[in-house]
């Protein structure tokens, strides 16, 4: 348990930007002991760090990626941990492979608790081929995933879904991303509607939408040599005035997943440091 008065130095340290002690400064109860979880598109950035972060709170872990040393290499790293873990090369738009997969893996895991769906096409424009890869990739392997674990996830003491979104769901100028942003809005809009289709057999679902994001080799970090404006202008935008890492994304995803957050459905959490300027409620 986190003893607040205890840590507040160390608190005041973190909030001034100190990466190790971010790292370090979750103590709190999860109960992910034993538990397992999938995690899709999880060998770089935000869904490593889930993955990552799952494993070291003593969870199975399976995940999966379209690089198949990148999948070995990941695999490894949480064998490494002390913990079950299991990947594949797999693309998610490929229906049958994927949905065999989650299956599979599940079954592999002796069950599952957890789904997170983490991975995007990351298409944004107008053209058709951004919308059609938005909505296979994201929408559909969202839904397909959910369906291939649900048989697994009713037979959980604690399930639960996690989506990964994008506050640029919230945007409608410089940002929004057209097809992207359109359809994280859309995967915001149905993990709310199946938290109440399912919340009745016990499951819960709640989506994570992050803000800009900075990770080495990531899309933020492309931009910051592409377009270093738009990258200052993210960070200014931000009312932190920095970029976040895949590790505070994690750190929400893994809490809201975790029976820790047993009363949390139908939930949207952003985490962007505060760039969209909009009152929650
Ligand atoms: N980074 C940000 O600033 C940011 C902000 C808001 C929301 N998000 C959201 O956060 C999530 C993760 O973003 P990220 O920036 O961490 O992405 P990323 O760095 O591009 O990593 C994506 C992961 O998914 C895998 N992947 C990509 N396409 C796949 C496919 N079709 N099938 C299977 N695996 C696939 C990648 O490995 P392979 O390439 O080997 O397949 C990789 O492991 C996405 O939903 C994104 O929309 C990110």
Same mark, same amino acid.
């Given at each position: 348990?986190?003893?607040?008065?205890?840590?507040?130095?160390?608190?005041?340290?973190?909030?001034?930007?100190?990466?190790?002690?971010?790292?370090?400064?979750?103590?709190?109860?999860?109960?992910?002991?034993?538990?397992?979880?999938?995690?899709?598109?999880?060998?770089?950035?935000?869904?490593? @760090?889930?993955? /990552?972060?799952? $494993?070291? =709170?003593?969870?199975?872990?399976? %995940?999966?990626?379209? *690089?198949? +040393?990148?999948? !070995?290499?990941?695999?490894?790293?949480?064998?490494?941990?002390?913990?079950?873990?299991?990947?594949?090369?797999?693309?998610?738009?490929?229906?049958?492979?994927?949905? @065999?997969?989650? /299956?599979?893996? $599940?079954? =592999?895991?002796?069950?599952?608790? %957890?789904?997170?769906? *983490?991975? +995007?096409?990351? !298409?944004?424009?107008?053209?058709?081929?951004?919308?059609?890869?938005?909505?296979?990739?994201?929408?559909?392997?969202?839904?397909?995933?959910?369906?291939?674990?649900?048989?697994?996830?009713?037979?959980?003491?604690?399930?639960?879904?996690?989506?990964?979104?994008?506050?640029?769901?919230?945007?409608?100028?410089?940002?929004?991303?057209?097809?992207?942003?359109?359809?994280?809005?859309?995967?915001?809009?149905?993990?709310?509607?199946?938290?109440?289709?399912?919340?009745?057999?016990?499951?819960?679902?709640?989506?994570?939408?992050?803000?800009?994001?900075?990770?080495?080799?990531?899309?933020?970090?492309?931009?910051?040599?592409?377009?270093?404006?738009?990258?200052?202008?993210?960070?200014?935008?931000?009312?932190?005035?920095?970029?976040?890492?895949?590790?505070?994304?994690?750190?929400?995803?893994?809490?809201?997943?975790?029976?820790?957050?047993?009363?949390?459905?139908?939930?949207?959490?952003?985490?962007?440091?505060?760039?969209?300027?909009?009152?929650?409620?």
């Amino acid at each position: 348990m986190i003893n607040v008065s205890h840590n507040l130095p160390l608190l005041h340290q973190a909030c001034q930007g100190d990466e190790h002690l971010r790292a370090t400064l979750v103590d709190m109860e999860l109960s992910l002991q034993g538990k397992r979880a999938l995690v899709t598109g999880a060998t770089k950035g935000i869904g490593r @760090a889930i993955a /990552e972060a799952f $494993a070291n =709170e003593g969870a199975s872990v399976a %995940i999966c990626a379209r *690089n198949a +040393s990148d999948v !070995a290499s990941t695999v490894a790293d949480l064998q490494s941990r002390g913990v079950q873990a299991t990947g594949a090369s797999i693309d998610v738009s490929d229906a049958e492979t994927y949905s @065999a997969w989650v /299956e599979s893996a $599940a079954s =592999e895991l002796g069950g599952l608790d %957890i789904f997170v769906a *983490n991975v +995007s096409a990351l !298409a944004a424009g107008w053209d058709a081929s951004s919308w059609q890869a938005m909505l296979e990739t994201d929408l559909l392997h969202t839904t397909r995933g959910y369906e291939a674990a649900a048989p697994f996830l009713k037979r959980s003491d604690c399930p639960s879904l996690v989506v990964v979104s994008s506050v640029s769901a919230n945007l409608a100028g410089v940002g929004g991303g057209q097809a992207y942003g359109a359809v994280k809005a859309a995967l915001i809009s149905l993990a709310s509607q199946l938290a109440q289709e399912i919340g009745p057999a016990g499951i819960r679902v709640n989506t994570v939408s992050p803000g800009p994001i900075d990770f080495p080799g990531g899309f933020w970090d492309r931009l910051r040599v592409s377009d270093p404006e738009r990258y200052a202008n993210a960070r200014a935008a931000a009312a932190l005035g920095r970029h976040g890492t895949p590790e505070e994304v994690a750190r929400a995803v893994v809490f809201l997943a975790s029976p820790a957050a047993s009363y949390i459905t139908g939930a949207n959490l952003k985490v962007d440091g505060g760039t969209l300027s909009t009152v929650n409620y």
